[in-house]
């Protein structure tokens, strides 16, 4: 699935219809998904909207709070017990209209600083006579982080990362076997 093929035609974010029997409606592909189906289109980051399909209004925070709720129930517990207390402390208070810009802003500049650790760490390997290993180790890695994002399933993933992956692979393993016959015999 490729994200140009889930846009709007006016790069518009995709509307998904909530009904009264909790079912979700993907306007763009005409056909029922699931929250799992949701979360995937968060991590590879395509917009949607839910709107429920009888009043018309925005219910996307009431479905991603859903999500994430699910994803915690699973057992893959990302939010500290004790960083929910603190969330839960601010509502109501005053300093309640502040605490979601400056989440937003800290969950930005973690992703900010994950994208330039990546690019640092591949501009450094790259350099010296292993940097073309280095860097489809690199390649491999992130493929590899990518196919295995907590939720997706190697089946799940976009056809052009398994392609991908396969090559590294073969790659991995050409890279083996020239090493194993230069490594002298016992």
Do not use: C
């Not at 295995?148 to 396969?166: K, L």
């Amino acid at each position: 699935m490729k994200k140009a093929e889930k846009w709007t035609k006016d790069n518009d974010p995709i509307t998904i219809k909530k009904y009264a029997n909790r079912r979700l409606y993907d306007t763009s592909s005409s056909k029922y998904i699931t929250l799992d189906h949701l979360a995937n289109l968060i991590r590879q980051d395509i917009e949607f909207v839910v709107i429920d399909a009888k009043s018309g209004d925005d219910i996307t925070h009431n479905v991603l709070t859903q999500i994430i709720m699910e994803e915690e129930s699973s057992g893959k517990g990302l939010l500290p017990t004790n960083f929910m207390k603190e969330i839960i402390s601010f509502y109501g208070g005053s300093m309640q209209n502040m605490i979601p810009d400056y989440l937003e802003n800290s969950m930005r500049g973690f992703r900010e600083k994950q994208r330039q650790m990546d690019d640092a760490l591949e501009s450094a390997v790259a350099q010296g006579p292993f940097g073309e290993i280095a860097r489809k180790n690199l390649q491999m890695m992130k493929a590899a982080r990518d196919a295995f994002v907590p939720g997706q399933s190697v089946s799940e993933a976009p056809q052009g990362n398994r392609s991908e992956m396969d090559e590294l692979k073969r790659q991995v393993a050409e890279l083996q076997a020239k090493l194993d016959r230069m490594s002298p015999e016992d």
